[in-house]
């Protein structure tokens, strides 16, 4: 036994610590679970017109310029309204929605708003109390806007698209596991999460 060096080596022939190594193995190893947990995000894409039920004043339209080159909508009213009072009327446009697994989404909505007064709906899932969704300042264009935050349990939820403003359309929504994600273009539809009538 040596006694005469106390400090702690690696015995193993040749093989010294190398501070490098380390870090490139740590930045490695933390860009394969980033690129994991990427990958094992949950991302449900549904068409706007692709509802399970649908009662006027929400109606669906055509546009070339639309995902699937179709939205829905609360038609504008003549005179639009000018005001955030009560809407005309209780349409909404419900959707059945399979979710893939338990998790934290963030929802968002694919929007074309008329104007200030345009530019929002009610949101319902399941029985949760309706929330306001939309409300931002841009208008006259397709853009994604980031609804709210909720838990979902894997299996089978419904979504509520209600009647807030005249003008106001929805050609796709999105409920996505990756918190980083920001949508850009139209998204590709998860087929196999939407459940349409038989
Ligand atoms: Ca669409």
């Known amino acids: 036994m040596n006694t005469a060096n106390n400090t702690p080596t690696i015995s193993v022939s040749g093989w010294k610590p190398d501070l490098r190594a380390g870090w490139v193995c740590a930045i490695v190893l933390a860009m394969l679970l980033i690129s994991a947990a990427v990958a094992s995000a949950a991302k449900v894409v549904v068409e706007a017109e692709h509802y399970y039920t649908i009662k006027a004043a ?10 699937g080159s179709a939205y ?3 038609p504008l009213q003549r005179p639009h309204g000018t005001t955030e009072g009560a809407p005309s009327d209780t349409g909404y446009a419900l959707f059945k929605v399979k979710i893939p697994k338990t998790g934290t989404y963030n929802l968002w909505g694919r929007v074309h708003w008329y104007d200030g007064c345009g530019n929002s709906f009610f949101l319902k899932i399941d029985d949760k109390p309706a ?16 609804g ?12 509520r698209f209600q009647n807030r403003e005249d003008g106001a359309k929805l050609d796709q929504f999105m409920l996505t596991t990756d918190t980083r994600y920001v949508p850009v273009r139209a998204e590709k539809e998860t087929k196999q999460y939407v459940i349409r009538p038989e």
């Open 72 to 74: 829905i909508h609360i």
């Open 58 to 67: 929400m109606a669906k339209a055509s546009s070339q310029v639309a995902s």
């Open 131 to 146: 929330m306001v969704f939309g409300n931002d300042g841009t208008y006259q264009r397709w853009h994604w806007v980031r």
């Open 148 to 159: 709210l935050r909720i838990s979902l349990t894997e299996g089978v939820h419904t979504i």
